[in-house]
């Protein structure tokens, strides 16, 4: 519209303004033209009528035409001059005074009655402007006026033009938003038959086609929703049915795993004939080799079920790199192999347990598919405040169409030829790197991947750098983990377990009770005045019952008598989130089984040792 209006105004402008100054000018002009006759035609009267008396030098007479000539109107000076420039009548008339601008004429005197037409003097007469110049201001003021007034009709008639003509437009710009906002049909009124009423008539033509196209997107996507949403409930009820089948598998098949672990280190305990010593080293291999399966389907099912609670803190990360490094030091020079782990004085912020897991399975990963060299285990610091954690390897080294599934789930990259450390007894299920991810995702970071077949591999993660902190060295020397003379019950509802358990307890030197539920929990205690060193209990007895619950009883039973609380430890193959919760909230230290006996003497002493702290 205001482009419209400016078209319509501007030539109306343009041409009243040339009008106006050319009809100004002219009448300008025509003024002074005016005054120039006037001028003349007094000056030529007064050269006239003073013929006669310049002719006789009669002054008064000179003198009264002066004064009569000066009395007519526009006249401001009126001077009678003789032949030898001698002023002989000077007079101001009516317009004579101020600084008006004034008009000069002189016209010659000549005596028309002499022969040679001699010139007897001269009369100069000053004519005012000051009429001519204020008609001149009212002539342009008036052509002002009438510029400003034809420039505001016109401006009034080009928007009004404008509005005219754009209102087309301006309706389909308004169905243009209608549709942006999502209006179901909108359509607009054909003006005309012009292109404004073809563009009208396409506008409603493409509306009505996007209307129908938008009932069949929408009719597809509640269609696809629909799907989408019932797929979803089937991959959940998958999830959980998965998730269901690994708690129920690592809890039921690791009771019978328990009881073996348990037997056969009880087995090794007082044999002495090496052929029997052999067959039983075989079996806890094998026991060994099941352990690890086990171990790795219940951290996924840890990991699943949210069961794993994240304990940030900041630590040495060399604490975390010794660690590992004598966990699998032995493992890698039976095979041969180098393990390096660089020393480093970095600390990093992070829970320290998930990380030694992440650590422990690369490296394992390492070195079942390494064969000449070896594995290095090294952290660089950054200068985004982090540090990046590799671990190489001089391996096998893994295919680009295997690298983008190493992660995921029970995936296996086959290997053929002489790989000896693939097979075996310590063949995994392919879940080991599936729960490094996992837990890398648990601590806000993401582990990644190179790997050249036939030359190696490498694995990336980052973690939190924080400044290094004062830690006093202790000079006590760490205590023996012996159990000798503990006094220990033991409280789990498979028989197996108990035979296996009490045998090896009791070839350690220890003083065991059993018990399978409360009842034969309660009755144990009757027989102990004092409360025992240590109760080892499993979390979920027979009958639903809890083995938080019989731990409490117990308390209950010795407080009474005003004795100090006991040691207690929790051993299960639980892994429902539920369970798990109830546990960290008693602040009860917890086994997974199947347990080995080197992890259960270590737990016995540090919940000893523990107790004995909080007591003093």
């Known amino acids: 519209m205001q482009r419209l209006a400016l078209v319509a105004l501007v030539p109306t402008l343009v041409t009243a303004t040339l009008l106006v100054v050319i009809l100004t000018q002219h ?42 000539i000066g009395d007519l109107p526009h006249v401001a000076r009126v001077q009678i001059r003789a032949a030898d420039g001698e002023i002989l009548a000077d007079n101001l008339g009516r317009s004579g005074g101020g600084n008006a601008e ?25 004519v005012s402007l000051s009429d001519a110049i204020a008609a001149q201001q009212a002539s342009l003021r008036n052509a002002l006026f009438a510029l400003a007034l034809s420039v505001l009709v016109a401006a009034v008639i080009g928007w009004q033009a404008a509005r005219w003509m754009s209102a087309p437009l301006r309706r389909l710009v308004s169905a243009v938003h209608q549709l942006g906002r999502g209006d179901r049909h909108v359509e607009v009124e054909v003006t005309d038959q012009t292109e404004i009423g073809e563009l009208q008539r396409g506008f409603n033509s493409a509306a009505l086609a996007l209307f129908d196209v938008q009932r069949s997107m929408e009719k597809e996507i509640e269609h696809a929703t629909v799907e989408l949403a019932r797929k979803n409930a089937a991959l959940e009820a998958a999830s959980v049915a998965k998730a269901r089948f690994l708690a129920a598998a690592s809890h039921d098949l690791r009771q019978p ?7 056969s280190s009880s087995l090794a305990e007082d044999e002495r004939d090496p052929i029997r010593l052999d067959r039983i080293a075989h079996i806890q291999e094998c026991v060994e080799a099941l352990d690890h399966l086990f171990s790795e389907l219940l951290d996924l099912s840890r990991l699943e079920t949210g069961a794993m609670q994240i304990e940030i803190t900041e630590f040495p990360l060399d604490q975390v790199l010794e660690e590992v490094s004598r966990n699998f030091r032995m493992i890698a020079e039976q095979h041969g192999l180098r393990l390096i782990m660089r020393t480093t004085d970095v600390w990093v ?18 070195l079942r598919y390494t064969h000449e060299g070896g594995v290095l285990v090294v952290a660089r610091r950054r200068g985004d405040a982090t540090v990046r954690l590799d671990v190489w390897d001089t391996g096998t080294g893994i295919a680009p169409e295997h690298q983008a599934r190493v992660f995921d789930e029970f995936y296996r990259v ?27 995702e648990l601590l806000d970071t993401q582990v990644q991947l190179k790997s050249t077949p036939g030359r190696g591999s490498v694995f990336t993660f980052h973690l939190p750098q924080v400044p290094a902190q004062h830690v006093p060295h202790g000079t006590d020397e760490e205590a023996p983990l012996d159990v000798t003379g503990m006094r220990v019950l033991v409280i789990d509802d498979e028989p197996a377990i108990l035979s296996g358990i009490r045998y090896l307890l009791r070839s350690w030197g220890c003083e065991v009770a059993v018990a399978e539920d409360r009842t034969q929990a309660m ?18 007895l027979r009958d639903g019952e809890s083995g938080l619950d019989v731990l409490a009883a117990l308390d209950q039973h010795y407080l009474r008598d005003g004795n100090t609380p006991f040691s207690r430890l929790l051993i299960t193959g639980e892994t429902r989130s539920d369970r798990l919760r109830e546990i960290m909230a008693a602040r009860i230290p917890v086994l997974y089984k199947p347990v080995s006996p080197e992890q259960l003497r270590e737990a016995m002493v540090a919940a000893w040792t523990a107790n004995r702290a909080t007591v003093a």
């Open 257 to 263: 795993l328990y009881a073996l672990t348990l037997f």
């Open 102 to 126: 004034t008009l000069t004429v002189v016209r010659d005197v000549i005596d028309t009655e002499q022969p040679g037409r001699p010139v007897l003097g001269s009369v100069m007469v000053d």
């Open 349 to 366: 912020r992070s829970d320290r347990t998930m990380l030694a897991r992440i650590l422990n399975n690369l490296v394992s990963n390492a």
């Open 414 to 440: 086959e290997c053929h030829g002489n790989h000896e450390h693939d097979t075996g007894p310590r063949r995994g299920l392919g879940l080991g790197l599936a729960t490094v991810q996992r837990l890398a």
């Open 523 to 540: 009755l144990a205690a009757e027989e102990w005045p004092t409360p025992p060193d240590i109760v080892i209990s499993d979390l979920r």
């Open 27 to 68: 009448q300008l002009n025509s003024l002074r033209g005016m005054a120039q006759i006037t001028a003349d035609a007094i000056a030529t009267q007064a050269a006239s009528v003073s013929t006669t008396a310049l002719r006789d030098m009669q002054r008064r007479e000179l003198v009264r035409i002066a004064e009569s």
